[in-house]
């Protein structure tokens, strides 16, 4: 976290302590009628808030032909309510609405020295917010933002520099997302080539006298199934013709036939709670983690049960994530639970389910959102390994998952620690120890003066010499999206 910048005690020579509202003009957005807001690219662009901003420039989503309030070319954009603080630069004049403001350098001062100072400031900005729904800053408190001001030619320099050292810290960034999308095409591979018999292929040859056909495992499932239901369960085959060959003892079946498919039932809300009465609730992939849900709501009344266990897959928007349930809970019709029958090892299904997932969610419909029925679910095409095997895969995709895993978490660190390192640089640019003072620039308690007395001047007369910063066409200084 960035100390408290304005609680240094002493500034270099040739600079001043200052508020922001001395030193650049604070436009407060407002929003214009939403009749006059379209989709077609009408008017001026119209930014409403942060859900727009990008890493450095914001993209539009809605335009306005009859703005209110106008930020132009190279204002910097400040978000003023939920969230307080982030920023982003105005690529064109825009219309802004009541969750920015727009702020313009005075005097000559910079586009990227206004965006820098507020970033290195972000943590104090956010604290000045205030509300009980949302937290927004108001127009006065950003005003009275304390800031350190550099003589203009060492803003130059600072900006510079900063935008020197933010390029490579960006580079090093975007070499470490690179990876984290490589590891994830990799476990995808890695379960692509478990459920086609490459991973255990080796140690299929050395242990081909030990497996039992998959084949005698099904009839043996359908055997215990027949004896505990009334009904026929013979033997039936799956279509095979157009589902890639198996390896030796392997053998297409459907999911249906190795599992039970329980179909969640959502209970009437009046059971819900958030006090931790009753079984947990889950109601479909909100609640999912890398592995195993969190639960938000706890059910005293529950229709539909998931055992400790069983694979969680969930059959509505979207359709498709798996977890498994980590103990007794309760399951609303967003989810269903997958459970094996004896001789299939859940983690089995788990892994060759989620290798499945862009097959499954393929197979949702639905106009408003993608759905999946239980019949749809149990005649998914499954391939089935020999009982032996089954416990070999599993064991080898979390090895090589864990494997994986740690790697991204030195990624994750990474990202992090580049992050530290940005404020860090923010810190020291603004403590005035990142580039050299030069004695002789024009000090900045001279800038401020002149500002003053310009601002101070009657309206037809004021001339200042704004000396626009044109915003560079870059990906500079940002937080990692």
Known sequence: MIEELNGLDELPHGWI?????????IILGQSPPSSTYNEEGRGLPFYQGKLEFGKSYPTPRKWCMAPKKIAEKGDVLISVRAPVGPTNVCREKSCIGRGLAAIRGLGGIGTFFILYVLRAFENEIVRKGTGTTFSAIGGDKLKALEIPLPPLNE??????????????????????LKVKA??????QAVLKHAFEGKLTEEWRKTHKDQLEPATKLLEQIKQERKRTEERNNSLSFVEVSYLPVLPENWLWTELGEIADVVLGQSPPSSTYNETAEGLPFYQGKLEFGKMYPTPRK?????????????VLISV???VGPTNICPEKSCIGRGLAAIRGY???LQFFIFYVLRASEGTIAGKGTGTT??????????????????????????????Q???????????VEQGIRQAERLRQSLLKVAFEGRLVPQHPSDEPAEKLLQRIKEERAKPEGEKNINQKKTKPKQLELSTYVE
């Open 298 to 310: 706890w059910c005293t009344e529950p229709q539909k049960i998931a055992e400790k266990g069983d």
């Open 155 to 176: 803003q130059e320099r600072i900006v510079a520099k900063l935008e020197e050292l933010f390029t490579r810290l960006d580079a090093g960034v975007e070499g470490l």
């Open 342 to 344: 004896d001789g299939i």
């Open 369 to 398: 959102f993608k759905a999946i029925t239980g019949g749809q679910l149990r005649n998914i095409k499954i391939p089935l390994a020999p009982i032996a095997e089954q416990r070999k895969i599993v064991e080898i995709i979390e």
């Open 316 to 318: 509505r928007a979207p």
């Open 182 to 187: 490589q590891l994830k095409r990799y476990r």
């Open 400 to 410: 090589l998952f864990f494997i994986a895993d740690e790697i991204e978490k030195n």
């Open 17 to 25: 302590r200052t508020q922001l509202g001395e030193i650049a003009e």
